[in-house]
C-alpha cells in the first residue's frame, strides 16, 4: 500500500504518516512510496497514538488562549420564519459575554462582521476569506483555511450553566441561536459528554443534518482534508446551515457565481467569464455543432451523392499529397559517376519503391543497393524535373571549416614553382644548379622518375620548386604539378627547340591559368638557337615582351650555372606582381603530391601544405583515408613540429596509401575523419560497382567475339603512386582489337607473396619499377612460375610489354599465285583416280603447292596436290610451257577445259602500330 493511502485510510496528513515512518525507520521516499503489511500495521498504529495526543495538547491549548469579547446579535426576520426560531431579545442597553476562540484563519469570514467587537479588540479580515455561497452558517471546509482545532460556531459554550457544565442552560441562551434541532433538553447531557472543548476540534454551530453530537463514529480528525475534496454543498443534502444577515453581500465568494437570491432551493446563477479559457470552449463548442450539423447533412444524402463526396475527398488528398512531394523535390542534385537506386531516391526525396518502377518502365532491372551509372540517373531525374550534376568523390564528401577566416590575418605566402618541359631538356639539371645539390646522378638514365618537391632560399625569400617529369608517361603527373602552382618555368632546350611535351607544358598551364616563364636552356652548345627557340613559341601565345608580349624569357646554361640569378629575378618579379597570400592560423589543408608503401613506417605521403598550417598531432583526412600527423619531414628529411603555406613535407600516420593529387584535409577531431573515410570508401565501391549491362544485338555481337581476344593481364608494382599510375596508363594504352593490356592490379611497396599468387591464379606477369622482391618471394615465383620483370626506366618496360604483344598477335596471312595452266585431257587410272593432264601457262608448279580448280569462272575446288608427274616421273617442280599431270586429294570432278592456279600460303607477323 502507498503512503498516501495509509493517510487516507486513516484520516491525516502525509505530513504525520512520513513523520511516523521517519520514528519506525521505514523507508518512505514519496507519496507512491510501497508500504508492506507489517509497515502498515506499525503506522496505523502510531496514528491512534498521535490522534489522541494532538486531542490533549488541543485541549490544553483552549483553556490556556480564552478571551472575552462583547457581541451584538441582530436575526433578520426572513431567518426567523425559514428556521421557526423563537428570538428572544435582551435588553435595549444589555450585553452578553461570550467565550470566543482565538484563531486568525475563522476570523475572516467578511468584511462587515456579524460580530461587532468592542474598539481595541477588532481583528483584521483577511479578504476573500469568507465562506462560500451556498452554505452560509458552515465552516470553510478549503483545505488551506481549515483550521486544525477551536469552537467557534452557532453553538457557544456558557459558563452560566445552573448544573455546573459548560453547554449553558438553554434558557439562557441568547437571541438569535435557534432552536435545538436535536431536542436535547437542557441540564445535563444525555450522553455524557463533558462540556466545553470538543474532542475532535470541529467548530461549533448548528448541524444541518440532524445528525447528534459527540465523536465522530469514523475517528476523523477535524482541519484540514487529506483527501483534497473542496468544500462547499455537501454530497450527503445537509442543509445550508445559518444564513447570512440581509443586505450583506458574500464575502470571499468565488468568481463565476453569484450569491443565492435567498434559500436553500434556489441554485447559484452563473456568471459569464470572458477570458482565453472561456473563449476557447466556446470555439470548440460551436465546432462540435458544425460537425453535427455536417454529420446530418451527411445522412440526408443519398448513397450515390455520398460515394462521390467520398471520392472527391480521396482526389483531394492525393492532390494535396502530390503537390507535397512536388515541393520537396530538389532543382538540382548532386551524384558520382555511380550512385546507388537508394541514394538516388534518398537525395529526390521520393521512395525507393518508386524510383525502382520508373527504372523498370525504362528497362533497367535494378534493386535498391544497386548503382547505376550517371546517364541513367539523369534520365531518371528529368522525370522529377530535377537537374543531375555529375560531381567528384571529394565535392560530393566535402569538409566544411567553420573556423573564421579573417583578412587581417593573412600573411604573404613562398611561391610554388614547377618546372615542366620536354624529357631531356634539363629541368633536374636547372634544380640542381638552383639547390646547388647532386640530385640528377641518382635518377636512373638521367630521367625524372617521379615529383621531386624541393624548397630553397633566394635573397632570404623561399620559393618552392616541383620537378615533374618529362616523359610521355607521365601526363598526369605534369597536369597534378600545373594544378597547384603558381608560377610555371618552361624549360625548352636551345638544340631541340619545342617538342611534344613542351605543348603538352604549355596546354597544362594555360588549362591551370597560370603565368610562363620561358627558360631557353644549353645556350652553351653550339648548335643552340634561341632566337628560334622564341619564334616557334609564338605560334603558342607565348610571345616575348621585347616583341611586345608578355611573356618572360631567360636565356641560361644549367649545366655552367649561367644567368640562373636572372632567371630566379624573375620568378620574384612574377610572385611579387601575383600578391600570393594566405592565412596561417586555419586548420591546414593541401595536396598529395607523391605517396608510397615504407616498409619501416607505413604509408608515408608528400603533401604540399596550400593554406593554414599543419601541426603533429592533428587529424586530417586525405582522399579515402584518415589518420593523425604522428610525424613531419622537410625536403631536407629534418623532422618538423609544423608546416606552414607552400611547404612541402612528409607525413607520416595515413590508414593507406593515397592517391597522387588527392586533396588533404585537417579537420577537428579524429572521429570526424575516420566518419568522412568512411562515407569516401563507400562512395568509392559504389563507383567500382559492376553498372546495369543492357543486352543488345551490337553488345551479344561483341561478346562472342571476346573469345577471339587474346589477354595479356599484368600486375605493376612501383615505389611511389605516381609512377604506378603513369606505368599503368602507359601499358593499357598499348591495348588493341586483338590484343587486351588488362591490369589486374597496381600498387606501390615490395613484391610480396600475394603479388605472386594473384599473378599465377590469373596467368599474369609482374613489373616491378623500382622496387625487388625479397628471397622467399623470388623462391615462391619461380615454384608457381610466375614471370617477374624489373625496371627502372619507364619506356623499357613499354617496350617489353609491346614485344610480348606482337608475338601473341596473329600473323597476316597472304595467299602468292604461283603458276597457272590449262586442264586438255582427263584419264582414269585404278588405285590413282582422275589424272589432269595439263600444260603450265605461266609460272610454276611445285609439289607443296596449293592448287585451285576454276570452271566458268566458279572455284570449284581449292585444295592441295596429291601428286604431281611428268609422265611415268613424280617432280617436285613443273615450270611453264611444260606438259604434266597431277592428281587432287579428295576431288575427282575434274572435266576438259579446266583453268588451275597454283599458289602459296605466305604468313608475316603483325607488328603494333
Same mark, same amino acid.
Given at each position: 500500500m502507498k503512503a498516501i493511502e495509509v493517510a487516507t485510510k486513516n484520516f491525516v496528513l502525509y505530513d504525520d504518516v512520513l513523520e511516523i515512518c @521517519?520514528?519506525?525507520?521505514?523507508?518512505?521516499?514519496? /507519496?507512491?512510496?510501497?508500504?508492506?503489511?507489517?509497515?502498515?500495521?506499525?503506522?496505523?498504529? @502510531?496514528?491512534?497514538?498521535?490522534?489522541?495526543? !494532538?486531542?490533549?495538547?488541543?485541549?490544553?491549548?483552549?483553556?490556556?488562549?480564552?478571551?472575552?469579547?462583547?457581541?451584538?446579535?441582530?436575526?433578520?426576520?426572513?431567518? !426567523?420564519? !425559514?428556521?421557526?426560531?423563537?428570538?428572544? $431579545?435582551? /435588553?435595549?442597553?444589555?450585553?452578553?459575554?461570550?467565550?470566543? /476562540?482565538?484563531? /486568525?484563519?475563522?476570523?475572516?469570514?467578511?468584511?462587515?462582521s456579524e460580530i461587532t467587537k468592542e474598539p481595541g479588540a477588532e481583528k483584521k479580515v483577511e479578504p476573500g476569506r469568507g465562506p462560500r455561497p451556498g452554505s452560509e452558517g458552515q465552516q470553510d471546509r478549503r483545505p488551506a483555511q481549515r483550521p486544525s482545532h477551536g469552537t467557534q460556531g452557532d453553538r457557544k459554550p456558557y459558563e452560566r450553566r445552573p448544573?455546573?457544565?459548560?453547554?449553558?442552560? @438553554?434558557?439562557?441562551?441568547?437571541?438569535?441561536?435557534?432552536? @435545538?434541532?436535536?431536542?436535547? *433538553?437542557?441540564?445535563? =447531557?444525555?450522553?455524557? =459528554? *463533558?462540556?466545553?472543548? $470538543?474532542t475532535d476540534n470541529r467548530p461549533g454551530g448548528y448541524?444541518?443534518?440532524? $445528525? *447528534?453530537?459527540?465523536?465522530?463514529?469514523?475517528?476523523?480528525?477535524?482541519?484540514?482534508?487529506?483527501?483534497?475534496r473542496p468544500g462547499g454543498q455537501r454530497p450527503d443534502n445537509r442543509g445550508d446551515g445559518r444564513p447570512r444577515p440581509q443586505g450583506q453581500g458574500p464575502a470571499g465568494a468565488r468568481g463565476g457565481f453569484r450569491p443565492r437570491p435567498g434559500g436553500k432551493d434556489d441554485a447559484p446563477a452563473s456568471i459569464e467569464i470572458d477570458d482565453a479559457a472561456a473563449k476557447k470552449q466556446k470555439g470548440q463548442q460551436k465546432e462540435k455543432e458544425k460537425e453535427k450539423e455536417k454529420e446530418k447533412e451527411f445522412r440526408r444524402l443519398t448513397k450515390k451523392e455520398k460515394e462521390e463526396i467520398e471520392k472527391d475527398i480521396i482526389l483531394k488528398k492525393k492532390h494535396a499529397q502530390e503537390q507535397k512531394r512536388l515541393v520537396s523535390i530538389p532543382d538540382k542534385i548532386n551524384i558520382t559517376e555511380s550512385v546507388t537506386v537508394g541514394e538516388l531516391a534518398k537525395k529526390l526525396n521520393v521512395k525507393a519503391s518508386e524510383v525502382i518502377g520508373k527504372l523498370m518502365k525504362l528497362g533497367v532491372m535494378a534493386t535498391i543497393n544497386q548503382a547505376i551509372d550517371s546517364d541513367t540517373a539523369s534520365i531518371l531525374a528529368a522525370e522529377y524535373n530535377t537537374e543531375v550534376g555529375v560531381v567528384t568523390l571529394y565535392d560530393e564528401t566535402v569538409i566544411k571549416n567553420d573556423q573564421e577566416d579573417k583578412a587581417e590575418d593573412y600573411a604573404s605566402r613562398p611561391p610554388?614553382?614547377?618546372?615542366?618541359?620536354?624529357?631531356?631538356?634539363?629541368?633536374?639539371k636547372l634544380l640542381d644548379a638552383i639547390r646547388e645539390a647532386n640530385v640528377i646522378d641518382s635518377e636512373f638514365g638521367g630521367i625524372t622518375q617521379h615529383i621531386g618537391a624541393y624548397t630553397v632560399n633566394v635573397r632570404d625569400k623561399k620559393i618552392t620548386f616541383l620537378d615533374t617529369p618529362g616523359h610521355a608517361a607521365f601526363t598526369t603527373m605534369r597536369a597534378r604539378g600545373a594544378s597547384i602552382t603558381d608560377i610555371v618555368i618552361?624549360?625548352?632546350?636551345?638544340?631541340d627547340g619545342v617538342m611534344p611535351q613542351t605543348i603538352e607544358a604549355i596546354s597544362h598551364a594555360k588549362a591551370a591559368n597560370v603565368p610562363i616563364i620561358v627558360a631557353i636552356n644549353k645556350i652553351d652548345l653550339e648548335e643552340a638557337n634561341p632566337a628560334k627557340v622564341r619564334q616557334e613559341l609564338t605560334a603558342y601565345d607565348l610571345v616575348p615582351e621585347e616583341w611586345g608580349g608578355t611573356t618572360l624569357f631567360a636565356e641560361i646554361s644549367a649545366k655552367k650555372n649561367q644567368n640562373i640569378e636572372d632567371l630566379l629575378e624573375l620568378v620574384i618579379i612574377q610572385a611579387e606582381m601575383l600578391e600570393l597570400r594566405s592565412n596561417p592560423k586555419l586548420i591546414g589543408k593541401g595536396t598529395v603530391i607523391e605517396s608510397r608503401l615504407d616498409p619501416g613506417r607505413g604509408a608515408v605521403?608528400?603533401?604540399?601544405?596550400?593554406?593554414?598550417?599543419?601541426?603533429?598531432?592533428?587529424?586530417?583526412?586525405?582522399?579515402?583515408?584518415s589518420g593523425k600527423i604522428r610525424a613531419m619531414f622537410d625536403d631536407k628529411g629534418l623532422p618538423i613540429q609544423e608546416a606552414g603555406p607552400s611547404a612541402p613535407v612528409e607525413i607520416l600516420g595515413i590508414s593507406g596509401v593515397p592517391a597522387a593529387g588527392d586533396p588533404f584535409e585537417g579537420v577537428e577531431t579524429d572521429r570526424f575523419a575516420k566518419q568522412i573515410s568512411q562515407k569516401r570508401l563507400e562512395y568509392k565501391r559504389i563507383e567500382s560497382a559492376k553498372k546495369v549491362r543492357k543486352v543488345t544485338l551490337e553488345s551479344l555481337n561483341e561478346m562472342i567475339k571476346e573469345g577471339e581476344v587474346q589477354e595479356l593481364c599484368i600486375i605493376v608494382k612501383a615505389d611511389v603512386d605516381g609512377s604506378s599510375q603513369a606505368l599503368t596508363e602507359s601499358l593499357e594504352k598499348l591495348s588493341n582489337s586483338e590484343v587486351r593490356v588488362k591490369v589486374i592490379h597496381s600498387g606501390t611497396g615490395g613484391i610480396n607473396d600475394s603479388d605472386v599468387m594473384l599473378a599465377s591464379a590469373s596467368n599474369a606477369i609482374i613489373i616491378g619499377y623500382h622496387v625487388r622482391p625479397t628471397g622467399k618471394v623470388s623462391d615462391l615465383a619461380d615454384k608457381e612460375n610466375v614471370s617477374i620483370k624489373f625496371y627502372n626506366i619507364i619506356f623499357e618496360a613499354t617496350d617489353d610489354i609491346k614485344a610480348a604483344m606482337e608475338g601473341m598477335l596473329s600473323p597476316i596471312i597472304e595467299q602468292k599465285v604461283t603458276g597457272t595452266g590449262e586442264i586438255r585431257q582427263i584419264f582414269k587410272v585404278s588405285k590413282v583416280g582422275t589424272i589432269a593432264?595439263?600444260?603450265?601457262?605461266?609460272?610454276?608448279?611445285?609439289? !607443296?603447292?596449293?592448287? =585451285?580448280i576454276i570452271r566458268d569462272g566458279v572455284v570449284v575446288f581449292d585444295g592441295t596436290l596429291s601428286s604431281l608427274k611428268r609422265y611415268k616421273d613424280d617432280v617436285s617442280v613443273v615450270e611453264a610451257g611444260q606438259e604434266f599431270g597431277f592428281a587432287l586429294t579428295d576431288f575427282n570432278d575434274i572435266k576438259d577445259n579446266d583453268h588451275f592456279e597454283a599458289y602459296e600460303v605466305i604468313e608475316t607477323a603483325k607488328k603494333l602500330s
Open positions: @521517519r520514528e519506525l525507520g521505514i523507508s518512505c521516499a514519496g /507519496e507512491s512510496s510501497e508500504l508492506n503489511d507489517n509497515e502498515v500495521f506499525l503506522v496505523e498504529r @502510531r496514528i491512534e497514538s498521535v490522534k489522541k495526543r !494532538k486531542v490533549e495538547e488541543a485541549q490544553k491549548a483552549k483553556k490556556n488562549k480564552k478571551i472575552k469579547l462583547k457581541k451584538k446579535v441582530e436575526v433578520s426576520n426572513d431567518i !426567523k420564519k !425559514k428556521k421557526g426560531m423563537e428570538i428572544t $431579545r435582551g /435588553e435595549e442597553s444589555g450585553e452578553t459575554e461570550t467565550a470566543v /476562540e482565538e484563531h /486568525e484563519s475563522l476570523a475572516g469570514t467578511s468584511v462587515e448544573d455546573g457544565q459548560q453547554g449553558g442552560d @438553554r434558557r439562557e441562551r441568547p437571541a438569535g441561536a435557534g432552536q @435545538r434541532t436535536d431536542s436535547r *433538553p437542557g441540564g445535563q =447531557r444525555t450522553d455524557a =459528554r *463533558p462540556g466545553g472543548q $470538543r448541524r444541518t443534518d440532524g $445528525r *447528534p453530537g459527540g465523536q465522530r463514529t469514523d475517528n476523523r480528525p477535524a482541519g484540514q482534508r487529506t483527501d483534497g610554388v614553382v614547377t618546372v615542366m618541359g620536354h624529357v631531356d631538356h634539363g629541368k633536374t618552361l624549360v625548352v632546350a636551345a638544340n605521403c608528400t603533401v604540399l601544405v596550400q593554406s593554414g598550417t599543419l601541426h603533429v598531432g592533428d587529424s586530417f583526412v586525405v582522399g579515402m583515408y593432264g595439263s600444260v603450265c601457262m605461266s609460272g610454276k608448279v611445285s609439289r !607443296k603447292s596449293k592448287m =585451285r
